[in-house]
């Protein structure tokens, strides 16, 4: 075991009167959802938010509620390169999944290859802002319209940012957002959906109301367990969790068995402050990636900066992001490899895609490396990672990428 000042590859402020709100939303539930709602609504421009116990969760609301709305389209277009939360709540919804390729100068859709695999069983197609790089949501709506299929925004690494002028998250016929603990801003787990569709609110409203919300217990242990983050997240401390294997920090894990709930009081409490940490948060992820670029030699984006969750690298070569990583973390620099493959190769769910290629989702998870962008990270840690990975870093690949198409 090495003791060494240690980044964590992603982290979210959490202070002290959070916490106080939390506990105090153990009693006083209600009061603090409806406060959120109410500022989510303003914030979002959105006439119906409903609150839930993740991302995932927020997720399979949706899948559930617009098929009992189209009981006749069970498929569900998602990148071939994404979060496994995505396929996970598709399967856990009863639905299908059906992967498109990656274009990887952006991280968004083959749209070539979107267009070709539409049919009259499409329910949606889900468009997903990596590490908050805006997806083409115009072009996504245009093709919604035109196939006469849903567009379910995942802007579950993406809370703050904006495309061409207008906030994302609010530019789908209805779109999530993430609260986990690798967010944008966190209260330990939970998931925003967002529509200002009528007739979508009223189908998820029928299944949202009888959901249940987590036990007392549970809420104190989130609260305890986001105390303990909260200390050992620091750079000082992170050795220590970073090196207990069972707890699992950076896998990646398919989990097709987690709750669907409502948010409960208690989180929606330490989220009191929230508007005021996602400023403060994207703000530093900002300045961090302007200073990285600075360092990798990379264009700034001409849109401005991205308030990236990680900053996405594309190495020259698979051995190349292999050896970087390592080093990276030998020496504490949070980085990360980020998903392994394709959804198509997800063992729990490989079998469903037999003969099935996607190369640039595929040449993405071999070359993409992710350094950490939070508040968290000091010059020094920037200068190092720049020292090590300017050598070998695609710096065209990666303008491109970070560009997106914002």
């Not at 060494?4 to 959070?18: E, N, Q, V």
């Not at 499409?122 to 115009?138: E, K, N, Q, V």
């Not at 010059?379 to 990666?398: A, H, M, N, W």
Request: overall charge positive; hydrophobic content about 40%; charged content about 20%.
């Amino acid at each position: 075991m090495i003791f060494h000042r240690c980044l964590p590859p992603t982290a979210a402020m959490i202070k002290s009167i959070d916490l106080i709100h939390g506990i105090a939303g153990l009693f006083s539930d209600g009061k603090y959802r409806d406060r959120l709602i109410s500022e989510l609504r303003e914030y979002l421009g959105d006439r119906h938010i409903f609150l839930l116990s993740s991302g995932k969760a927020a997720l399979t609301l949706i899948l559930r509620a617009l098929h009992a709305m189209h009981p006749g389209r069970n498929e569900v277009i998602i990148p071939a390169y994404t979060c496994y939360s995505v396929p996970s709540a598709i399967v856990k919804s009863g639905l299908n999944i059906v992967p498109c390729d990656v274009d990887p100068e952006t991280l968004g859709f083959d749209t070539n290859g979107l267009i070709k695999k539409i049919t009259d069983k499409t329910l949606c197609i889900i468009p997903t802002h990596f590490f908050g790089i805006p997806a083409d949501m115009f072009q996504m709506r245009k093709i919604g319209r035109e196939k006469g299929v849903l567009i379910v925004e995942d802007a579950a690494q993406a809370m703050g940012g904006y495309f061409q002028g207008k906030k994302l998250g609010t530019l789908g016929d209805i779109s999530f957002f993430s609260l986990g603990r690798g967010k944008n801003i966190t209260c330990g787990g939970g998931g925003i959906i967002a529509t200002d569709s009528d007739a979508i609110a009223e189908a998820i409203s029928s299944i949202y109301s009888d959901l249940p919300v987590s036990s007392f217990l549970t809420d104190l242990k989130n609260i305890a367990s986001l105390f303990l983050m909260s200390l050992f997240i620091h750079p000082a401390l992170y050795w220590l969790p970073a090196s207990l294997p069972f707890l699992k920090l950076g896998q990646t894990i398919f989990d097709r068995d987690f709750p669907v709930k409502r948010l409960s009081g208690s989180k929606a409490g330490i989220l009191r402050h929230w508007r005021c940490r996602l400023e403060t948060s994207n703000e530093a992820r900002k300045n961090i990636s302007s200073s990285l670029r600075a360092y990798l030699g990379t264009e700034k984006p001409e849109n401005g900066e991205v308030p990236l969750l990680r900053f996405p690298v594309i190495c020259a070569t698979q051995d190349d992001r292999d050896d970087h990583f390592a080093r990276l973390r030998d020496i504490g620099m949070g980085a990360s490899k980020m998903y392994p493959g394709p959804v198509t190769e997800i063992p729990e769910i490989s079998d469903i895609f037999t003969g099935s290629k996607f190369p640039g989702a595929k040449a993405l998870s071999g070359r993409l490396l992710t350094v950490p962008t939070h508040y968290l990270v000091h010059i020094r840690d920037i200068e190092r990672i720049g020292e090590l990975l300017k050598p070998s870093v695609d710096k065209r690949q990666t303008d491109l990428l970070i560009e997106g198409n914002g």
